[in-house]
């Protein structure tokens, strides 16, 4: 089994930052590629941000240049920095990690339970 702890999740006004973090924990030999979805009501979930394990990272368009996501592979952890935020980005964000549990196994995708990201005045 394994838990992906998230936090630091708010409200805050536009213009203002964020910083999210996700740790893994449990039964894990090594994880691969990790990243930070978000959703809305009535709307699927969408990649924001992905990390490999090389730390090659790739972005949604309407955050780049305001997000950077970064990983700590000896602390299973990865994060989400969110600069410039706008009302647009307010979602419940989720954390996603693809977890290699035994050595030479499959790899299994696990989720956070969420997150809240409000940006309002």
């Known amino acids: 089994q394994v838990q992906l702890a998230e936090s630091g999740g708010g409200l805050v006004q536009p213009g203002g930052s964020l910083r999210l973090s996700c740790a893994v924990s449990?039964?894990?030999?090594?994880?691969?590629?990790m990243g930070w979805f978000r959703q809305t009501p009535g709307k699927q979930r969408e990649l924001v941000a992905g990390i490999s394990r090389a730390a090659v990272t790739n972005y949604v368009d309407s955050v780049k240049g305001r997000f950077t996501i970064s990983r700590d592979n000896a602390k299973n952890t990865v994060y989400l920095q969110m600069n410039n935020l706008k009302p647009e980005d307010t979602a419940v964000y989720y954390c996603n990690a693809d977890i290699v549990h035994v050595p030479g196994g499959p790899s299994w995708g696990s989720w956070g339970q969420g997150t809240q990201v409000t940006v309002s005045s």
């Open positions: 449990g039964s894990i030999f090594s994880i691969n590629g």
